[in-house]
């Protein structure tokens, strides 16, 4: 069976400090993968999605960018967070054009 | 622009009643739905889909339905348990090679013992 994992749970930043937020997936291979960020009281929002290794496309214009190194790999990053980046952030994976995506559980970002 | 309307936030019915939980879309490209349930600090879990060329969908208390000119669907709970608090989203996508999901903004369904 899949198995996703995401770190970590929670992680306190002050603001203008990078950020790297790790996901792997196990259990299959090329997997579309995803990043998603909910903000306090909003639905989820699609930060990234990749296809394949080192294809990354944007939904959003924003202070993160996303990269794929492996076909298991999903790695969310900032050079300099903001205080706007606090949020839930989930990574989440599919098989290739099939539903449903299924989510890892997600960290805390809190920006001070 | 919402293209994905979860507009009640919260909704309580008593145990063992059924619980509605609907959900509205503006984009006729959406082929296909889906029904999330979250729990506090942890990642959504998928319940139930249906594809627009059904109208309905059964997985045992759980049922969907989808009506394509109203772009409207609903998600049926029966009976509901405390267990079935949580959050719940809606979430639609059209066919596309990454099938990206577009979701409400959840509704908070509380079951009374």
């Given at each position: 069976?899949?198995?996703?994992?995401?770190?970590?749970?929670?992680?306190?930043?002050?603001?203008?400090?990078?950020?790297?937020?790790?996901?792997?997936?196990?259990?299959?291979?090329?997997?579309?993968?995803?990043w998603y960020r909910q903000a306090a009281g909003r639905g989820l929002q699609l930060l990234f999605y990749s296809v394949g290794i080192g294809q990354i496309s944007s939904e959003v214009p924003q202070n993160l960018s996303a990269s794929r190194p492996q076909d298991r790999q999903f790695i969310l990053s900032s050079k300099k967070l903001l205080l706007s980046d606090s949020g839930f952030y989930l990574c989440a994976w599919s098989f290739q054009g099939f539903q449903p995506q299924h989510f890892g559980d997600g960290t805390r970002l809190s920006i001070l | 622009d919402q293209q994905v309307k979860q507009n009640s936030p919260s909704l309580s019915v008593q145990e063992g009643r059924i619980s509605i939980l609907n959900c509205d879309y503006t984009n006729s490209m959406f082929d296909y739905f889906l029904w999330y349930k979250k729990y506090p600090a942890e990642g959504p879990t998928f319940l139930i889909s249906i594809s627009s060329i059904k109208d309905k969908n059964e997985d045992g208390r759980f049922t969907v339905f989808l009506n394509k000119s109203a772009k409207h669907l609903s998600l049926h709970i029966v009976p509901s348990q405390p267990g079935d608090s949580a959050v719940y989203f809606c979430a639609a996508s059209s066919?596309?090679?990454?099938?990206?999901?577009?979701?409400?903004?959840?509704?908070?369904?509380?079951?009374?013992?």
């Open positions: 069976s899949q198995t996703i994992h995401q770190w970590p749970a929670t992680l306190v930043q002050p603001v203008g400090s990078p950020l790297s937020l790790e996901c792997t997936v196990e259990g299959t291979s090329n997997p579309n993968l995803y | 066919s596309g090679s990454a099938r990206q999901l577009t979701f409400g903004s959840g509704t908070q369904l509380t079951v009374l013992p």
